[in-house]
């Protein structure tokens, strides 16, 4: 097994993983997904994650790292998008591709990691804790943008 930056080729098996994530996400017939896809591929910063086992993709994750000021011009890492193969799940893989991730992140010099879920399976959240995030040091908000209504 090895996590190793996506490549042009992976995108088929990524999407495959973020429609396990995100099975409501509609199917974009457009290429705008692959069009973005290969915008962070090419984008300083932004990295992409596959983890392969047997030459298949069976995981990804989505590390961040933003260029920061303060925290003597530290950086941080935001990670995003940690998908497990469904039939892979509770193998310790996620725990696997975390550490690699974090890894990664600190050898980037930065100071913290951070993430989101939407889950609220305590599950979910036990492997986060298990993986060394915690829920208490900040809190976290989010906005979205605001649903409009189509005019005829």
């Known amino acids: 097994m090895s996590l190793r930056a996506a490549e042009p080729g992976d995108f088929d098996a990524v999407m495959r993983l973020y429609r396990q994530l995100q099975p409501d996400d509609p199917i974009l017939e457009d290429g705008q997904d692959r069009a973005v896809f290969d915008q962070i591929l090419a984008t300083e910063h932004l990295t992409l994650l596959v983890y392969e ?9 989505y590390l961040n790292v933003i260029p ?13 998008n ?4 469904e039939a892979l799940r509770g193998t310790g893989l996620g725990k696997a591709m975390m550490s690699e991730t974090l ?4 050898s980037h010099g930065c100071y913290k990691a951070m993430l989101q879920t939407g889950s609220k399976r305590e ?5 986060y804790r298990s993986t060394g995030f ?3 040091e900040k809190t976290g908000y989010l906005a979205r943008l605001p649903s409009r209504s189509k005019r005829v």
């Open 123 to 127: 599950a979910t959240h036990a492997y």
């Open 134 to 136: 915690n829920s208490t």
């Open 53 to 61: 086992q047997d030459g298949e993709v069976v995981g990804t994750i």
């Open 82 to 85: 940690v998908v497990v193969d």
């Open 68 to 80: 920061n000021i303060s925290r003597r011009a530290s950086p941080y890492a935001v990670i995003e």
């Open 103 to 106: 890894e990664l992140a600190w």
